[in-house]
Every structure is written in C-alpha cells, then in structure tokens.
C-alpha cells in the first residue's frame, strides 16, 4: 500500500505561482514513478507531468510544458509541482498518483493504482 497527501494549493492571481507537494508513504513510496493530474468541473481527469523513480524521465502535458516542472526528493518521499504564469483554465483539483506496477509512469489514468485526495488550485483572471 501507498499513501499519497497533497498539498500547497490555494488561489492565485493569473501569472502567479504554486508549488504542490505530495508526500508519499508505504510499501517503496521512493521507488514509484509518479504523476500528476487534474480534473476541473465538468471535465475528465487529465495527465499534467510524470516522473520515474530517479528523476531522470520527465514528461509533461503540451498545455503546461515550459511552465510546470515536476521534481522529487526521495529522501523525503515527496513529489513536487512548480507551476510559474498561471492561467485560469488552469483551474482544477490537482492529484497525485503513483505506479506501483513499472519503471516509468505513464500520461493516462489507468497507468497509476494509488491515488492522492487532491488539491484545488484556483487562478482568478
């Protein structure tokens, strides 16, 4: 078992930044690719970033790439999202994910089996 806890959402003016952390715990918590993603009203859940175990692999959605970076810290078992010139469509609850089945996180939903409770993040125009 792998438990996920998000954190450091909140309102921002657009063009503003957040830094969402995720602190994981469990079975091989450091050992898990990890993503985020997020889901605004309405919508489907959709893929923001990943990251493996290493940090060595990164992808990330065309709609937040050169915006967002997603790091970690394995000694903390925490995984982090910087989001710098926020908008307002980018606007959602944002959850952390982790695979515990491969070596490399995926962009879809089904690629990841432990889930965080989520965070919102609000941009005001």
């Known amino acids: 078992q792998v438990q996920l806890v998000e954190s450091g959402g909140g309102l921002v003016q657009a063009g503003g930044s957040l830094r969402l952390s995720c602190a994981a715990s469990g079975r091989t918590a450091s050992r898990n690719p990890m993503g985020w993603f997020r889901q605004a009203p309405g919508k489907e859940r959709e893929f923001v970033a990943t990251?493996?175990?290493?940090?060595?692999?990164?992808y990330y959605a065309d709609s937040v790439k050169g915006r967002f970076t997603i790091s970690r810290d394995n000694a903390k078992n925490t995984v982090y999202l910087q989001m710098n010139s926020l908008k307002p469509e980018d606007t959602a609850v944002y959850y952390c994910a982790a695979d515990s089945r491969t070596l490399y996180g995926g962009a879809s939903t089904k690629d990841y089996d432990y889930w965080g409770q989520g965070t919102q993040v609000t941009v005001s125009s």
């Open positions: 990251i493996n175990w290493s940090g060595s692999n990164l």
